[in-house]
């Protein structure tokens, strides 16, 4: 069993390896995953041996929380926001109290810069009672964190900051208490009361600014869970009643009002409207919608009022398995990461050590005043935060961007690799096509007129039940004509139909029906076999033995399928066609789109052999995009599955991609989205190495001997604080990327 919950008191990526280790110590967990910027973690394991109860209270056991919600009135995302709203202003406070306490400190340790402080600030005694408060109320949460890893065996970002602070602090007091002492061992009579608020002040304000950026790249989550409507109208004992969206019932009846949300999915039943489905599909066009089609929860009513039967409600609607697919995509981890993963887990012992060393390499030089300074400063100047949060932030705002496209993205994974790809393979029926026959072609022939053939067709046809007959009476009624009143009709299988229209005996069928009906129609067999060439069907009309026209009809191409053809050959991946359609049908499909290679013949189980044989033929990359039930194994053995979002749900869960939108052009959009997500995280990861490779050093005061330079740890503080904001700021430019 699989199931992932928000996560509350994560400072630093140590605290997300900290957690992922006690989970899996947890009898019955089989893997865990946290994923420190979506704060979020995702647990396989067996019911049989454990409970998420169980799995939450071990992480409680390392000094977290996990948000295990039952309450049907708010969900653990509701809880997480609140509990994150409350950590801000939290912080916020303790920032404004610390800013305060630190000036305050700051301008009475140094009275040589600013002479106009009164003599009283800058007593010892004075300094530490304003520090304090900053070290032990503001700064509690580095000592809370510090023990919880300790006793775990472990070391986070917060252990340096409370291993620095206090030693500046603790010197700090000792010199307070006992100058004489120390100034008889050769120590000097130095405060760093300063260096301890100034440090804690600069952290938690980047902290503050970091919690503020993080919140806009979950987003994309906010605006999906707001989509819903609060409430339903319901029909009940020949009454209409709104009630709350959580007591709507699969079966109820509900009536939706022009410019009202639909509460959850289901089919029209009565009515019809023009639907928004922009908010979940990325579509910007109203769809219009009929009886017997069906709606989807949290879309737009425009213009009419109409009836729906409620078919999904709560987790099932496709909003739910929206945001569910959203979220668990943002908590994955992409493969890139996991250099990241492996530094990480090193660096506070490295940088311990580190400091200790410096510590002792500049005492040795008989400077202890540096020793302690640099020291401090390299425990504060090391930051794993900006590694830990560079691929899952960018992450978080690339998956959600897609969101907003219509193009639900299932992991990280996926994410990185959609770049990669340089074979696509598409499903013909349904996916590059629309999936329904339509009329293509009407030949009046003699006297007959096109209109009047086409009338005349959907006359005779308004009795079949068959997928062509449906393409000729719909292009009928889309034309709006008046249909003839048909007295008698005869359908023939595997041939066509006849009957009797306004009095006229009419023939309409394939060219065996013509034979068998003795209608002379070889004058036109040029046509015939041209249309048929293009993978039409062709039908031909009949009044008595006179031949009146012919009518062709086909599975037609999407209006975007050539542009994205194109679109996909200017990034250099191949493109291919597979169907199960004869030779000749499927060339002609494939011509129109601009494909050139084409798998004719197909039958649904060998689909996923072609693929693999793609696979293999060159260590490519490939990539499936299908719609039905018989595709969902080629989708699952492509290296990235594109399912259309107007598949079955075996499909749409076999893939790695879903199209909401229907759009193909999203195919294009989501490998561009990968290209500019990828490029993002390699640029968070290079800043991110780049910054500890070259500061570390500097902390340590290698360029001393040089320049004269030493790191001051506040500054340390503020560039520790920076380098984070920084990988989150990077992040959120996704969010107006060109794509």
């Not at 409370?162 to 100058?179: I, K």
């Not at 600069?202 to 919690?211: C, N, P, Q, T």
């Not at 009202?260 to 009515?271: M, R």
């Not at 996916?431 to 329904?436: A, D, M």
Request: with cysteine; charged share 20%; net charge positive.
């Amino acid at each position: 069993m699989k199931t992932s919950f928000p996560i509350i008191g994560m400072h630093c990526a140590s605290c997300a390896r900290l957690i992922e280790r006690q989970m899996k110590k947890t009898p019955g967990v089989i893997d865990a995953a946290v994923n420190y910027g979506s704060e979020q973690a995702s647990v396989e394991f067996d019911p049989t041996l454990c409970t998420v109860s169980t799995i939450a209270k071990s992480i409680e056991s390392a000094g977290y929380k996990a948000i295990i919600s039952s309450d049907r009135q708010k969900t653990p995302n509701d809880i997480k926001e609140e509990a994150k709203r409350t950590e801000l202003a939290d912080l916020k406070t303790k920032v404004i109290v610390s800013s305060i306490l630190s000036i305050l400190i700051l301008l009475g340790s140094f009275p040589e810069w600013f002479p106009f402080v009164p003599p009283l600030l800058n007593n010892a005694y004075i300094l530490l009672v304003l520090t304090s408060p900053v070290q032990f109320w503001v700064g509690w949460r580095f000592y809370q964190a510090t023990w919880s890893g300790l006793k775990n065996r472990t070391a986070s970002m917060d252990t340096l900051i409370s291993v620095g602070t206090s030693a500046a602090f603790g010197f700090s007091l000792l010199t307070t208490l006992f100058s004489r002492q120390l100034a008889a061992l050769g120590l000097p009579n130095i405060m760093y009361y300063d260096t301890a608020a100034v440090i804690i002040t600069l952290i938690l304000l980047g902290r503050f600014f970091e919690a503020k950026a993080k919140a806009h790249t979950s987003d994309a989550i906010k605006k999906l869970l707001h989509l819903q409507a609060k409430t339903a109208r319901v029909v009940r004992n020949g009454e209409e009643i709104n009630i709350p969206i959580k007591e709507v019932k699969i079966g109820d009846i509900i009536r939706v009002r022009p410019g009202e949300k639909i509460p959850v999915d289901g089919t029209i039943t009565e009515g019809s409207s023009a639907i928004d489905e922009s908010m979940v599909t990325g579509e910007s066009m109203p769809v219009e919608k009929r009886s017997g089609e069906p709606v989807i929860g949290a879309t737009m009513n425009k213009t009419g009022t109409f009836l729906f039967l409620s078919t999904k409600i709560g987790d099932e609607t496709m909003l739910s398995r929206i945001v569910k697919m959203v979220s668990e995509a943002q908590s994955t981890r992409a493969p890139i990461q996991r250099l990241a993963d492996v530094v990480s887990g090193y660096f506070v012992p490295i940088v311990l050590m580190l400091s200790v060393v410096t510590f002792l390499i500049w005492f040795d030089f008989g400077l202890p005043t540096q020793a302690f300074v640099n020291m401090i400063a390299v425990l504060i100047i090391a930051c794993p935060c900006a590694l830990g949060l560079a691929t899952p932030t960018a992450i978080m705002v690339g998956t959600g961007r897609g969101a907003e496209y219509g193009v639900l993205i299932k992991d990280a994974a996926v994410l990185e690799t959609a770049h990669k790809i340089d074979i696509a393979v598409f499903d013909k029926t349904g996916t590059l096509t629309r999936g329904k026959p339509s009329v293509t072609n009407i030949v009046p022939i003699g006297k007959t007129t096109e209109n009047n053939l086409l009338i005349l067709a959907a006359s005779l046809e308004q009795g079949s039940e068959h997928a062509l007959a449906e393409a000729i009476v719909l292009r009928a009624k889309k034309r709006k004509f008046h249909l003839s009143t048909m007295t008698t009709f005869e359908s023939v299988a595997g041939h066509g139909v006849r009957g009797i229209v306004d009095g006229k005996p009419l023939t309409l069928g394939n060219r065996t029906f013509m034979k068998r009906e003795s209608i002379p129609f070889t004058a036109h067999e040029r046509t015939i076999s041209t249309l048929e060439s293009q993978g039409k069907t062709v039908m031909l009309l009949a009044s008595g033995k006179q031949l009146l026209g012919l009518i062709a009809v086909a599975d037609t191409l999407k209006d975007e399928a050539k542009e994205m053809v194109a679109s996909l050959k200017k990034l250099h991946i191949e493109t291919w066609m597979i169907t199960g359609d004869h030779e000749s049908t499927a060339r002609a499909i494939a011509q129109q789109a601009g494909i050139t290679h084409v798998l004719a013949g197909v039958l649904p189980q060998q689909k996923s052999d072609k693929i693999q044989e793609l696979k293999q033929s060159g260590a490519h990359v490939v990539a499936f995009a299908g719609d039905g039930v018989n595709d969902a194994p080629a989708l699952a053995s492509a290296d990235i599955g594109i399912a259309m979002g107007t598949g079955t749900d075996v499909a749409i869960e076999s893939a790695g991609i879903t199209l909401l939108n229907k759009d193909l052009r999203s195919i294009v959009t989501a490998v561009r989205l990968s290209k500019a997500t990828l490029s993002i995280i390699k640029q968070n990861l290079f800043w991110a190495f780049a910054y500890n490779i070259v500061l570390v050093p500097v902390a340590a005061g290698l360029l001393y001997p040089i320049t004269g330079w030493l790191l001051n740890p506040a500054i340390a503080a503020f560039a520790m604080a920076a380098s984070s904001i920084s990988v989150v700021g990077n992040s959120l430019r996704l969010k107006t990327a060109s794509i």
